[in-house]
């Protein structure tokens, strides 16, 4: 057995024992076909107030410029679909994302885990962990290292989980044995088009992030704009609509990482208990969640906004 194989296969068996979903292994160079695709969004302003997508144009292409010699990018899923929602329907809606311990905090320490393995197990090998908050096009990589295609509504979609999972990358000098893309199964469905809320998928794969709830209800720190007044259905953070309607997620299974679980509070809040909600209840509820990241004033505004 080859060396690259010897090694593909240690890795992969140690990003499920760390409880990763799936495990792909693409090969570092430039995205070819995401340069021009990056490029038309970002002229056509659909990032939004998010000028930070602008920056390091060439690093999100190319992770050579990222990682200095890598070879291999290693994309990594995880779960995390919870077993129980919300309690009272009339109230405000969480991504389900959201719902326990801030996932840059979760996948970090498994990041850092995987490569402490690969540095005993293989050797001397540099590398660097990404989750979502670097310029990485973590769907694209997973896309290119076989772990599923990207949807309609431009998540990534597989056929056993469906798409409620976070998405990571490790970036090593290693050679590792690569795996194939797998094909697009939307087929005519037009399920997420139909259903999104603010008509924010503007034609099929194209979603303009400057008209997504998620976008208003998290990265937009002004006002939400007035004519989108009651076309939010209820969320206050974030949105599933696109994720609850698409066939695939039929398949999406409970997590099982309990670093997930929400806060014993959170699902059982009624509509007048998020109206109400003061500084001291978002502290305690939201303590180490990606809530966090709209502040207080953040849900407040968005609360209000729902009334």
């Known amino acids: 057995m080859s060396s690259k194989i010897k090694h593909t296969q240690l890795i992969k068996t140690e990003a499920k024992r760390l409880g990763f979903l799936t495990c792909g292994i693409s090969q570092a160079g430039f995205l070819e076909a995401e340069a021009p695709r990056l490029e038309r969004w970002l002229k056509k302003q659909m990032h939004g107030e998010m000028h930070y997508m602008e920056n390091h144009f060439d690093k999100r292409l190319d992770p050579t410029k990222l990682v200095e010699g ?6 990594l899923l995880l779960n995390y679909y919870p077993n129980e ?16 311990t801030d996932y840059h905090f979760v996948i970090k320490d498994k990041l850092k885990d995987l490569l402490n393995f690969i540095h005993e197990e293989i050797g001397e090998v540099h590398g660097r962990a990404f989750v979502d908050s670097a310029p990485v096009l973590d769907k694209a990589w997973a896309t290119k290292s076989g772990l599923g295609w990207i949807g309609k509504n431009s998540n990534l979609l597989t056929q056993q989980v469906g798409s409620f999972y976070f998405i990571a990358e490790l970036i090593v000098d290693l050679e590792l044995e690569y795996d194939l893309p797998t094909t697009d199964h939307c087929g005519t469905c037009t399920k997420c088009i139909d259903a999104c809320p603010t008509q924010a998928i503007t034609e099929p794969y194209v979603v303009d992030g400057s008209k997504c709830i998620s976008y208003f209800t998290i990265e937009l720190k002004d006002n939400i704009p007035s004519e989108f007044k009651g076309q939010f259905d209820n969320w206050m953070f974030g949105c599933d609509v696109c994720q609850d309607v698409c066939p695939w997620n039929r398949f999406s299974k409970a997590h099982s990482e309990p670093l997930f679980n929400p806060h014993p509070e959170l699902l059982s809040m009624t509509k007048q208990d998020w109206e109400e909600i003061t500084q001291d209840v978002f502290s305690k509820i939201f303590k180490k969640s990606a809530v966090k990241r709209t502040k207080f004033s953040g849900l407040k505004r968005n609360i209000d906004f729902l009334k």
């Open 70 to 75: 890598s070879k291999s990018v290693i994309s």
């Open 85 to 100: 929602s919300q309690k009272d329907a009339q109230a405000p809606k969480i991504s389900k994302y959201a719902y326990g």
